[in-house]
């Protein structure tokens, strides 16, 4: 090969390697989609609920009604409207080959709202999922798409933004698109944990998990006191960051450990999926989150943890600790802007004897990750398919007062197993109005989706913690707001009504005038339905509303009530 030749390949190898380590975002492509200054309630990439958060959340000044615009042109390729979750969501395609998404909108512009309303009264529901074609609902780039709102359960008024790839519908990081936050402040460390990482290995004489005490030094460094540990280790944090203008704790970009000034851990959060989402729970430490709801980000990779976010790790971010060496660990914490925090961790390698040694669970449920485990507890049987737990254990398992005490919910688990309970103890009318309850951790009960067999109901669950079968006798309860038997309401814009239901929850509901089904929205934090009078045109003057609502347990009511309206 000639030299020429040779330079010619390196450099090529060279690129290659740059343009897969560093993707190239455009950065004047898309324009802001609000009218008022970027400030953020939430980045991406945030540790969420089993999830990292999939876009940006634009705060609105806590109220509702501001304009979103499309970030460019393209066209109306989803519209999604739900009681949760994003709420009423528009998702826009462009032609460079991204998607832009939008949610918790209140309503959308004149054409999009007279599109899906026809769509909603076809399927005859409010919730709808449609995907319009690429020429029915097109857009340019700062148009009004829609406004800003607060739908999809119990969030506060604010804009959420993503910007996805369009083909592989990953989510990125949309700060890599030139939109400007400022942001002069550092990214905050609350906790920091050590975690020995092997039977005999140990940190300050714990095998267990640990908080380390640290301090602030003069020049802002954060200083941890020195520790004592041997065998493998790793650390994690509890970090976040706020942005210039608003108090909100949100999520960091970037998170590095050194270990003696080398790189050995890195993640970023430029990009993820969706099906890896859920392993947040294997970057956590899942068990003091469910403990004591706090987040630790580990700064080693655990076993089953196949996460894209990694960059740069050496022996997964564990630290291997020699007796009689000395090492210096850094954690370096950085927002999008590149503040930067950084803590540090003089240890000592030193071996001795262990005093607080892990629990012992021997006596509980075993569990093989790998095999399909099933357990039979009087009434109940437990079935965790093969690969339902990331690592093998132990659970503890107990019927105490009817309940089912599946563990505790401090496991995480990558799949749904089944939790099926005998029901042949109970009459045919007795099982009408019985369900399957979950303990919230607030030890609420709450319904789970009940599937009914004929000697047996079960469920199927992502989380552990306690079930019970619990009946429901109680019909839901619905009350007209906007007029009284008989009254005319010629001025009203709107007609409301409240419904609402103990213990099982409401399944469905159904509104009516004169035997025609109408569109009423469901606002959870109200318990309000709301038909909007200009969604239909009426020739007489008197109406009857019927209203029908079914909780979980098969509870039925129906209430009609007659109004007038002035013909127009
Ligand atoms: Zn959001």
Redesign the pocket.
């Known amino acids: 090969m000639s030299y020429k030749k040779k330079i010619a390949l390196i450099l090529f190898t060279l690129s290659m390697f740059y343009v897969k380590s560093q993707q190239n975002y455009p950065t004047e492509y898309f324009q802001k989609p609000l009218n008022i200054p970027l400030i953020l309630a939430?980045t991406f990439g945030e540790l969420r609920t089993n999830h990292f958060?999939?876009?940006?959340?634009f705060k609105t000044q806590q109220k509702e009604g501001f304009d979103v615009m499309a970030a460019a042109e393209g066209y109306v390729s989803r519209i999604k409207i739900s009681h949760w979750g994003?709420g009423k969501a528009i998702y826009i395609t462009h032609p460079n080959g991204y998607t832009t998404v939008y949610?918790?909108l209140k309503k959308f512009n004149k054409a999009i709202e007279a599109y899906i309303k026809a769509k909603q009264y076809q399927k005859e529901s409010f919730e709808i999922q449609v995907f319009p074609k690429s020429h029915e609902l097109l857009v340019k780039k700062g148009e009004i798409i829609a406004v800003s709102g607060a739908t999809g359960g119990y969030v506060g008024p604010?804009l959420?933004?993503e910007i996805r790839d369009t083909k592989t519908e990953k989510p990125i990081n949309p700060l890599l698109f030139g939109f400007k936050i400022k942001d002069n402040r550092s990214p905050q460390i609350n906790v920091l944990m050590g975690y020995p990482l092997q039977d005999d290995a140990q940190i300050n004489q714990y095998n267990v998990p640990l908080k380390l005490h640290y301090k602030k030094m003069p020049n802002g460094v954060l200083l941890a006191d020195k520790i004592k540990a041997s065998g493998r280790i790793g650390f994690g944090i509890n970090t976040f960051d706020r942005q210039d203008g608003a108090w909100n704790k949100n999520g960091i970009y970037n998170l590095k450990m050194l270990v003696n000034d080398a790189l050995v851990y890195e993640h970023e959060v430029e990009s993820f999926s969706f099906a890896e989402s859920r392993q947040l729970n294997l970057l956590i430490d899942y068990e003091r989150y469910k403990d004591i709801d706090q987040r630790v980000q580990r700064c080693f990779i655990v076993p089953k943890n196949n996460l894209s976010i990694y960059k740069n790790c050496i022996n997964r971010g564990e630290i291997h600790i020699e007796d009689g060496l000395t090492y210096t660990v850094k954690l370096i914490t950085s927002d999008f802007s590149g503040n930067k925090t950084t803590l540090q961790i003089p240890i000592e390698g030193k071996k001795q004897d262990i005093v607080v040694p892990k629990k012992d669970n021997s006596t509980n449920y075993p569990i093989i990750a790998a095999g399909f485990n099933k357990f039979i507890l009087d009434d109940v049987t437990v079935a965790f398919p093969k690969n339902t737990f990331y690592k093998d254990t132990y659970l503890d398992l107990k019927i105490m007062d009817s309940i089912a005490h599946i563990h505790t919910p401090n496991i995480p688990l990558h799949k749904q197993y089944t939790l099926t309970f005998d029901v042949t103890n109970f009459s045919p009318q007795e099982r009408e109005h019985l369900f399957i309850a979950k303990y919230s951790s607030k030890n609420e009960p709450f319904y789970v989706k009940t599937v009914k067999k004929e000697h047996t109901f079960y469920t199927t669950s992502k989380d552990l913690g306690k079930y019970q079968l619990l009946t429901d006798e109680i019909k839901p309860t619905i009350q007209f707001l906007s007029f009284k038997e008989n009254q005319w309401i010629s001025t009203k814009q709107a007609l409301k009504v409240k419904i609402s239901d103990k213990l099982s929850g409401l399944k469905k509901y159904r509104g009516e005038i004169n035997g025609k089904w109408i569109l009423m929205e469901y606002n959870p934090k109200t318990k309000t339905l709301t038909f909007d009078f200009n969604d239909k045109k009426f020739t007489a003057a008197k109406h009857e509303l019927k209203i029908v609502v079914v909780d979980n347990a098969g509870n039925t009511t129906v209430k009609t009530g007659v109004f007038y309206r002035k013909v127009i």
């Open positions: 939430g958060h999939a876009g940006l959340d994003y949610g918790h604010h959420h933004f």
